[in-house]
């Protein structure tokens, strides 16, 4: 069976931003997505978080840039009222972690990349880290 790792907004704007010192990590396994290594997918609502960050961090000609690359890059899991629901239902604390871990569910993820392992104590996708992954793929 082929990865199919679901990517937390943290680790997407690691990459965009170049924020250290998760960038490198967080560039090999956009560099993996871009190449095909793994079927990469991603939360619509990751659209409009990366946006606004990246526009707010940066510039508007780079927020666009980085929406093109999810859209050109990653499958993308619509958020509809099921997966709102579910969240809402759901017993996370948090309601972006609740539809970050709804829309993996949806997608049929492998793992769940974020480096806010604590957030996603109730996940039923393995989570793991970017790092954590990244030495898992080169131990097999």
């Known amino acids: 069976m082929t990865d199919r790792p679901f990517f937390d907004v943290n680790v997407l704007l690691d990459h965009l931003l170049d924020r250290a010192p998760f960038a490198g990590d967080a560039s090999e396994l956009w560099s993996m997505a871009e190449r095909r290594?793994?079927?990469a997918c991603i939360s619509a609502v990751s659209f409009n978080i990366v946006y606004y960050v990246v526009r707010h961090e940066a510039?508007?000609?780079a927020a666009r840039r980085a929406i093109k690359g999810l859209r050109d890059i990653f499958d993308t899991v619509e958020v509809?009222?099921?997966i709102i629901n579910q969240a809402?239902?759901?017993a996370f604390p948090d309601f972006e972690d609740a539809l970050q871990h709804t829309c993996a569910m949806r997608a049929g993820a492998t793992h769940l990349l974020t480096r806010?392992?604590?957030s996603f104590r109730r996940s039923q996708v393995?989570?793991?880290s970017p790092v954590?992954?990244?030495r898992a793929l080169s131990d097999e």
Request: no cysteine; hydrophobic share 40%.
């Open 37 to 39: 290594d793994f079927a």
């Open 59 to 61: 510039d508007e000609r």
């Open 80 to 82: 509809d009222a099921h």
């Open 88 to 90: 809402i239902d759901s």
């Open 116 to 118: 806010d392992l604590s």
């Open 126 to 128: 393995p989570v793991v």
């Open 132 to 134: 954590d992954y990244l």
